[in-house]
């Protein structure tokens, strides 16, 4: 099988391909990425020497870049590509909305000029919104509401829709999975863990926003990635699966858990205000992946990834 994917240097896009390579070696795997800021190229360095492996440097908003992906005749296109900071995205909505929902839209129709036989979107359960605080026993599911809350979600969301109308009016065969957030090697540093992680380090200040006491449900790159093997292979085309991995922390008791593997001060802590639209908790039922694909996330030490980021970063 020759899979494409779309965003493919990223964070998570490159741990779904280290995944593929390791699990299915018979597959081919096309990567497509603009390398933006948040591409980083030496995630790829344990297959880029394979033989199935190519590279392609190209912006999903733009149509003659698409084609040369399909110059490789794609069975499957997976599409990670998006730009995916919240707080980018409250600075700047345009690009969030013409890359991840615009971007999608060009992925879309050359599938269907191309006739491909499945397209995933890789979506986010940021889409739901959020649930309140004070109610442990709500998570979202499948059918829950799509309420964003950010313009980076409300465009996650937007290219959800647009990934549906595809099934519906061309009969597309395709697939969307949301997961929860993701922990892992290879993030880029602007984002919550790897950034604690060097702060702690270099003794600068912690930025916490509010009263950290907002929610998270944290699954590792690899388990999002075994996930979203089992929705290509045997996901059933027009189906939305949630990814979840029922391990939720708060962001205050996170960041503190990460000073107390590094050994380092909570006084580094630093309350700034709110962000704009904070959403307070995301929770995952994660049944229906469960029960139809039998996918359930390892409880994994966030340890290892915490200590991985420190050995980088010293
Ligand atoms: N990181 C998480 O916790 C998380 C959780 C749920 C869902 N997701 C989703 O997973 C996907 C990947 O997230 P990530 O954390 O790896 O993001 P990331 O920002 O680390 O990586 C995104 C990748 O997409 C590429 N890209 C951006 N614009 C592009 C364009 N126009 N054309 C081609 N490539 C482009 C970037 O260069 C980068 O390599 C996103 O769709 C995101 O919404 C992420």
């Not at 029922?246 to 205050?252: A, S, T």
Request: net charge negative; hydrophobic share 35%.
């Amino acid at each position: 099988m020759v899979i494409a994917v779309s965003g493919g240097a990223g964070f998570v896009g490159s741990a779904f391909i280290r995944y593929i390579s390791r699990t299915h070696p018979e597959d081919r795997i096309i990567c497509f990425d603009a390398l933006t800021y948040a591409a980083d190229l030496h995630n790829l360095d344990e297959v880029s020497g394979n033989s199935g492996f190519a590279f392609i440097e190209g912006d999903i908003t733009k149509k003659d870049d698409v084609e040369k992906l399909f110059s490789f005749h794609p069975d499957i296109l997976v599409n990670f590509a998006a730009e995916s900071h919240v707080d980018r995205s409250i600075e700047d909505p345009g690009l969030f909305i013409r890359t991840n929902v615009y971007g999608t839209g060009v992925l879309l129709d050359a599938c269907i000029e191309h006739g491909i036989g499945r397209f995933h979107q890789i979506s986010t359960d940021e889409v739901y919104g959020d649930l309140p605080l004070d109610r442990n026993d709500e998570a979202f599911t499948e059918s829950s509401p799509l309420k964003p809350s950010s313009p980076y979600s409300a465009s996650k969301a937007g290219a959800d829709l647009l990934v549906l109308s595809y099934i519906r009016t061309y009969g597309m065969n395709a697939t969307i999975s949301r997961s929860s957030n993701n922990y892992g090697p290879g993030q880029n540093r602007e984002k919550l863990i790897p950034k604690t992680v060097w702060n702690a380090l270099h003794g600068i200040r912690i930025p916490v926003y509010g009263d950290g006491l907002n929610v998270r449900d944290w699954i590792h790159t690899d388990d999002h990635a075994r996930a979203v093997d089992l929705i290509i292979r045997d996901g059933k085309s027009g189906e939305i699966y949630n990814i979840g991995a029922e391990n939720e922390i708060r962001n205050i008791d996170l960041i503190r858990k990460i000073l107390s593997i590094l050994g380092r001060p909570e006084d580094l802590i630093s309350f700034v205000p709110d962000r704009k639209g904070h959403d307070r908790r995301y929770a995952i039922n994660p049944e229906k992946i469960r029960k139809e694909l039998g996918f359930r996330a390892e409880q994994r030490d966030m340890e290892e990834t915490i200590l991985g980021y420190a050995s980088v970063f010293s």
